[in-house]
């Protein structure tokens, strides 16, 4: 069965200090990982997207890397700000009938204190 | 683009009575996913439309749960009877087929609130 699991549960923080998050799947086949952002009572936002062949990749103070050989993600977050508290999930998608499933992670939630 | 439109945003009723889920998904994308999402569970696919046709239903918990896309642009989740397990958020997300290419992201609508008493 394809499965994400992600740590910690939850995560506090001071503003400024740098947090890493971490993710753990076996979906396979494997198509794309992505992390996303979920603000309180928000939809979830796409932070990034890494295919198999991608290690890093990173978007302003968001940094993902990928090791498809040891199915591990992880997203780690550089000087922290108070919007960042957030919830954050990590997907991880399967190709089907043309289309990409996704499985989701559980989410980390962060909470970041001034 | 207004992005991706849910109604109501908020939805409280009795346990036994129908609900109605609706969306409005991002214009050009042929992509259409109902997500559930609690605390115990996250995050989970109930059912999902290529083109306006259902392709996937395996997630959906019960025959109490159907969906519909009539058309490009409107979709509906419907619970009928309700019952207070139900309570949840329900997402919409829609995406595009990228030509050439696999990635696609999904965009989200911001949730429908439910609460069954």
């Known amino acids: 069965k394809n499965q994400v699991e992600q740590s910690p549960q939850s995560l506090i923080i001071l503003e400024g200090k740098n947090c890493t998050l971490q993710?753990?799947?076996?979906?396979?086949?494997?198509?794309?990982l992505r992390w996303y952002k979920q603000d309180t009572g928000r939809g979830p936002v796409s932070l990034t997207i890494m295919t198999f062949s991608e290690n890093t990749k990173s978007n302003g103070r968001y940094t993902a890397t990928l090791d498809a050989d040891t199915k591990q993600s992880s997203l780690h977050i550089t000087a922290s700000q108070l919007s960042d508290s957030a919830s954050y999930i990590c997907?991880?998608?399967?190709?089907?009938?043309?289309?990409?499933?996704?499985?989701f992670g559980r989410g980390t939630s962060l909470i970041v204190h001034p | 683009d207004a992005g991706v439109i849910q109604s109501p945003r908020h939805e409280v009723t009795e346990m036994g009575q129908e609900v109605t889920l609706r969306c409005k998904p991002i214009s050009g994308h042929d992509y259409l996913f109902w997500y559930r999402q609690t605390m115990m569970r996250g995050l989970e696919l109930l059912i999902y439309?290529?083109?306006?046709?259902?392709?996937?239903d395996s997630g959906m918990p019960e025959d109490r749960f159907s969906a519909k896309m009539p058309n490009a642009s409107f979709s509906t989740l419907k619970i009928q009877p309700s019952e207070p397990r139900d309570s949840a958020v329900y997402f919409c997300?829609?995406?595009?087929?990228?030509?050439?290419?696999?990635?696609?992201?999904?965009?989200f609508g911001p949730g429908t609130r439910l609460t069954v008493l």
């Open positions: 997907v991880v998608s399967a190709p089907s009938g043309g289309s990409y499933i996704p499985t």
């Open positions: 439309f290529n083109n306006n046709v259902p392709i996937d």
């Open positions: 993710c753990n799947y076996t979906v396979s086949p494997f198509s794309n």
């Open positions: 997300a829609s995406s595009a087929q990228l030509a050439g290419g696999p990635i696609n992201e999904q965009f």
